[in-house]
């Protein structure tokens, strides 16, 4: 059993920055593939990026390229999410995520712990 706790969502204003950490305990982290995810009110939840296990390759959805930089630190079990530019439409519960056999585009069926998702809002 993996547990993921995401940490450092809040309130930012339109084109400011937050940065998610997400810390894992109970797995050998290293196996997974680490994804986040987010889920906006009334809609599905939709990935956001993804990185390989040992880091060397990143996945990104396209709303999000060029903006957000996923991470991830095998010695310390985390995972991090820097978020730039941030926009109105970014505002979601985001959840971190692992997938122990996949790799790229991590669909959400596959997953297999997530995290309890921690709230960003971006405000105008």
């Known amino acids: 059993q993996v547990l993921l706790v995401e940490t450092g969502g809040g309130l930012m204003q339109a084109g400011g920055s937050l940065r998610l950490s997400c810390a894992a305990s109970?797995?050998?982290?290293?196996?997974?593939?680490m994804a986040w995810f987010r889920q906006a009110p009334a809609k599905e939840r939709e990935f956001v990026a993804a990185?390989?296990?040992?880091?060397?390759?990143?996945w990104y959805a396209d709303s999000v390229k060029g903006r957000f930089t996923i991470s991830r630190n095998n010695i310390e079990n985390a995972s991090y999410l820097q978020m730039d530019s941030l926009k109105i439409e970014n505002t979601a519960v985001y959840y971190c995520?692992?997938?122990?056999?996949?790799?790229?585009?991590?669909?959400?069926?596959?997953?297999?712990?997530w995290g309890q998702g921690t709230q960003v809002t971006v405000s105008s």
């Open positions: 109970g797995g050998t982290f290293s196996v997974y593939t």
């Open positions: 990185i390989s296990r040992r880091g060397g390759y990143t």
């Open positions: 995520a692992t997938d122990r056999l996949g790799s790229g585009i991590i669909k959400a069926g596959n997953v297999d712990y």
